[in-house]
């Protein structure tokens, strides 16, 4: 029941009397919010440069955690040996010619003329955390800052300061964040990426803040009219303007749980027979929810999707990911395009390194890759990347560049130039420091260049 309709809410102005009890109960609910309008109003206004003209709106990660084989999937080599190829020594052709790309991608083979390659990404680091880093955000680890990384970059210059109205968050991680960096660095906490938490691959997809196991929308309706009731310090001082700024917080919260805003993530409504072809599994299903986000206008769209760090076993479990993979990577682009979303949307396919391209068959590896940064491959698609292309390429075992050396601040400043975001903008640092979106030469950086051959 709203306060307009209580008829024990006081009038605006009225000589109000407040027990100690209906202060305490009336301040857990506003508390928060009063301390959320402060910062906003201290937060700093962010002066943008003049913007590149854009090609793309949005970007979708995948974000292959743990480091996915080069060898075995977008660079093949089956002339290596069973020491290097395995089972998997059967590359396919796609419907580019002289492009080839491993057995198990048939669904990916079959769209090569929607992405292009990568083959000579490296940056020489080989462990998680660090290359995770990297990769991420474009600056060597070790440093003094901590850079933020491309999708607190996007949510920072394409983001609510920048005109993006939808109430849902510029940046989504499907489902759970790494954990392995602070994704916003120096932007602060502003600017780190809402996970949703939960698996879109359930029957319901329950994202956390938004919906909850055994809550009803009825429930949630009755929770929020209590709400209202015990709110006595907001009805006696509505007309003040951070209660009203937290009456807007409140409404568009609501409407994200309640209203047409939180059903984005209802993917119920879409047909069963596209649902099947993304695959109904966690990853699967992760990529149908971020096509949907994008069309909702979401600037940032990451999904982690676990389980490459393949030390042991490493093709038992290439047998059960590689399919789910190509399944929802392919669907996706396919769905992307057929919706005339994909030329808007930026795709970037790929993890923190690659794995050795040398099979570790002792024990107790049986057949285990290990982490490689010295080379590794990365998919760009849409949003003003051409397809059906290479950059670059690698030895006759995938072990080191041959040609066109890609460093991850040479793909990250090309993805910024797309997105209409100067790679030398300048980035808001707290203690005023002159830090910018992309490092040059003059920071100690190799620089591979723009990649102007696919843009």
């Known amino acids: 029941m709203s306060d307009k309709n209580n008829s024990s809410s006081p009038k605006p102005g009225a000589n109000v009397r407040l027990s100690r009890r209906e202060i305490l109960k009336g301040s857990l609910y506003t508390a928060a919010g009063l301390a959320l309008a402060g910062r906003c109003a201290q937060a700093s ?118 005109g993006y109205k939808g109430l849902i968050p510029p940046y989504i991680v499907l489902t759970r964040p790494q954990g392995r960096f602070s994704e916003a660095g120096f932007l602060g906490s502003k600017y780190k990426p809402f996970a949703t938490g939960g698996d879109p691959g359930k029957r319901e997809f329950l994202v956390e803040g938004i919906a909850a196991p055994g809550i009803t929308r009825a429930r949630q309706k009755a929770r929020r009219e209590l709400m209202h009731k015990l709110d006595k310090l907001g009805g006696a001082m509505k007309d003040d303007p951070r209660i009203k700024a937290l009456a807007k917080s409140e409404d568009e919260a609501y409407d994200l749980i309640l209203g047409d805003a939180g059903k984005v993530f209802d993917l119920s409504t879409e047909k069963e027979e596209l649902r099947e072809a993304y695959g109904m599994n966690t990853f699967g299903q992760s990529c149908l929810m971020a096509r949907r986000l994008v069309e909702k206008g979401v600037p940032y769209i990451t999904i982690n999707y676990n389980g490459w760090d393949t030390h042991k076993g490493h093709f038992q479990t290439m047998r059960r990911k590689l399919p789910n993979l190509d399944a929802g990577m392919s669907t996706l682009l396919t769905d992307l395009s057929q919706r005339g979303l994909l030329d808007s949307t930026i795709v970037w396919w790929g993890g ?102 696919i843009m």
Not at 82 to 94: E, F, H, S, V
Request: with cysteine.
């Open 45 to 162: 206004a962010i002066t943008a440069p003049a913007p590149l003209k854009a090609k793309a709106k949005s970007v979708i990660q995948i974000w292959m955690w743990g480091g996915p084989s080069h060898i075995d999937t977008f660079d093949p080599k089956p002339d290596a040996g069973n020491d290097y190829c395995g089972p998997l020594n059967k590359p396919i052709a796609t419907n580019v010619d002289g492009i080839r790309i491993g057995q198990s991608l048939p669904g990916l083979a079959k769209l090569a003329d929607k992405y292009s390659i990568i083959r000579s990404m490296n940056h020489g680091n080989n462990g998680h955390e660090t290359a995770s880093y990297i990769t991420q955000t474009g600056r060597k680890a070790g440093g003094r800052d901590v850079f933020p990384c491309v999708g607190g970059v996007v949510s920072l210059f394409k983001g609510r300061k920048a």
């Open 352 to 453: 923190e390194f690659g794995r050795t391209p040398k099979i570790q068959w002792d024990p107790p590896w049986n057949g285990g890759r290990s982490h490689y940064g010295r080379v590794f491959s990365t998919v760009v698609a849409g949003g003003g990347f051409k397809g059906g292309h290479v950059v670059g390429s690698t030895d006759a075992k995938a072990e080191t560049v041959k040609d066109r050396p890609v460093y991850p601040w040479d793909l990250i400043g090309s993805m910024y130039e797309l997105l209409g975001i100067d790679p030398k903008a300048k980035l808001p640092h707290p203690q005023g420091r002159t830090l910018l979106a992309t490092p040059s030469e003059s920071d100690g950086y190799k620089i591979g260049g723009r990649l102007s051959e």
